[in-house]
């Protein structure tokens, strides 16, 4: 099996998808922009061939260096990048290649929320009301009936970038002048903490392994308002994210990927889904999985591709934290003191990649627990700030 990678070596960990297929008797085959003596020796030794293009927007350096690929192996059978970002080039070379999976036409309902909404609508799960955001006149009606605050997002975007919250019709205004000629989508403003419900299919489309998180606060707002957040994995996912989660799954056919929802879990305890996305969840979540179920989900993944069997066994023995520091606030306790500290529970500490700090922090401390109480404490401790 010839299997294409796109962009193998970001974000960082996941390198390990590739490691992991190698293992399981797949050939790798790397394409991005990155130079050869820039990737990690782990990755190398991954890959069967690496093809270096000058700039990975440009779809004609990209089809040359596919081109040159399959030349050299043989048909390709799959594509992937596990990044958003390249979702749609994957699609047309999908398209142009003839290799199997979500073509250009298949994959918009998960590139635009617009679209997303009538998926979600369809498959009978509670939804905000939301609207394409065509001109001035129509937003301002949308925002008398939806009553303000509101959200607006790019209808082609990933995560919280470019979002925003409209709080008047001032605020309406001044976002029109400013956004110049992307298209939003216009949402109503709900209020609720952040759960997701993420996990991975096999090539039948069956729900081998799940997770959920739970949000300490909106990425929105960490973006925005330049935050430090945390979130951890639910160790019993609730029965009714789990069941709208499934629906979901069904509606948009995942099949032999991840899968990554997002909910708002309303004061009143109602889920409203926010969006859905066929990826990994992004940062380090991949990690934590395997590190709250003592399991290798890169690995899981790769035997799925490689035949469609799962052999992980996820029974939820921990809880697992992301917590997030930005050098702008002054902590109490120094990171020495942390590592010292919670030297047991943590699994992993990191900087964070630039092109993440926005929105996960300048610093992650990944740590595990048994108890919600022991959780707690831990989080407390590392965002503890100085008066």
């Known amino acids: 099996m010839n299997l294409l990678f796109l962009s193998p070596h970001f974000p960082p960990n996941f390198y390990l998808f590739c490691v992991r297929l190698r293992e399981a008797g797949v050939t790798v085959l790397g394409l991005a922009d990155e130079t050869w003596p820039g990737l990690r020796e782990e990755l190398k030794r991954a890959l069967t061939e690496y093809r270096q293009v000058e700039w990975m927007e440009n779809d004609d350096a990209v089809r040359r260096g596919v081109e040159h690929l399959v030349a050299k192996h043989g048909k390709l059978d799959r594509i992937e990048s596990h990044n958003e970002h390249w979702m749609e080039l994957e699609a047309r070379l999908r398209l142009e290649f003839d290799v199997p999976g979500?073509?250009?036409?298949?994959?918009?309902?998960?590139?635009?929320?617009?679209?997303?909404?009538?998926?979600?609508?369809?498959?009978?799960?509670?939804?905000a009301a939301g609207a394409i955001a065509t001109d001035r006149t129509a937003a301002a009606d949308f925002a008398a009936t939806a009553?303000?605050?509101?959200?607006?997002?790019p209808d082609i975007g990933v995560g919280a970038a470019a979002t925003y919250k409209i709080s008047s019709d001032a605020e309406l205004r001044a976002f029109f002048e400013e956004k110049g000629d992307r298209e939003y989508f216009l949402e109503e403003f709900v209020r609720g903490t952040i759960v997701t419900y993420d996990g991975l299919t096999d090539q039948d489309g069956r729900i081998v392994f799940d997770a959920s998180h739970e949000y300490s606060g909106g990425v929105m707002e960490a973006v925005n308002d330049d935050l430090d957040l945390y979130y951890f994995s639910q160790r019993?996912?609730?029965?009714?994210?789990?069941?709208?989660?499934?629906?979901?799954?069904?509606a948009f056919d995942v099949r032999g990927r991840f899968f990554h929802i997002e909910f708002f879990r309303t004061p009143e305890g109602k889920l409203v889904i926010l969006e859905a996305n066929l990826r990994p969840p992004g940062g380090y979540t991949m990690d934590m999985f395997n590190y709250a179920n003592d399991a290798d989900l890169y690995a899981g993944w790769a035997d799925i591709v490689a035949s469609n069997r799962f052999g992980q066994v996820c029974r939820k023995?921990?809880?697992?934290?992301?917590?997030?520091?930005?050098?702008?606030?002054?902590?109490?306790?120094?990171?020495?003191?942390?590592?010292?500290?919670?030297?047991?529970?943590?699994?992993?500490?990191?900087?964070?990649?630039?092109?993440?700090?926005?929105?996960?922090?300048?610093?992650a401390y990944i740590f595990r627990t048994k108890t919600v109480e022991e959780m707690e404490e831990t989080v407390e401790f590392i965002r503890e700030r100085r008066t």
């Open 236 to 250: 019993v996912i609730p029965p009714d994210l789990a069941g709208f989660g499934a629906k979901i799954v069904r």
């Open 147 to 153: 009553g303000y605050p509101i959200i607006a997002k």
């Open 317 to 363: 023995p921990y809880h697992c934290c992301y917590v997030s520091r930005k050098q702008r606030f002054g902590y109490r306790h120094p990171h020495e003191e942390i590592v010292q500290r919670y030297a047991v529970r943590i699994m992993m500490h990191t900087e964070m990649p630039p092109v993440f700090r926005q929105a996960m922090g300048d610093y």
């Open 102 to 127: 979500p073509r250009p036409d298949e994959i918009q309902h998960a590139r635009r929320k617009s679209r997303m909404k009538l998926r979600f609508r369809e498959a009978g799960v509670p939804v």
